[in-house]
């Protein structure tokens, strides 16, 4: 521990583990954002190089990208239904 986070060894496995562990997880929502996912990561673990990780993985990770906003299309003006 290291001023009461835990620390992580120096393993691309355990690192990329704890990201997708961290990603699929139910409370997560999809970070949409790298600095999201960091901030939430930081209160608790520490590793070397974290913040570039963060960032790799985030950009790599298909459902963030696909949740992103210019994925989604625009609404369009409501039509009213004609009376039959």
Partial sequence: MIRGKI???YDV???MMILEERDKSRFSMHSLSMTKMYQNL???LW???MK???TQFV???VTD???KVKYHTLGRILQ???IP
Avoid: H, I
């Fill in 42 to 44: 930081k209160e608790s």
């Fill in 47 to 49: 590793w070397s190089s």
């Fill in 80 to 82: 009213s239904l004609e």
């Fill in 7 to 9: 620390c992580v060894p």
């Fill in 13 to 15: 496995g355990l690192k």
């Fill in 65 to 67: 990208q696909k949740a």
């Fill in 52 to 54: 570039c990780d963060v």
């Fill in 59 to 61: 950009a790599t990770c």
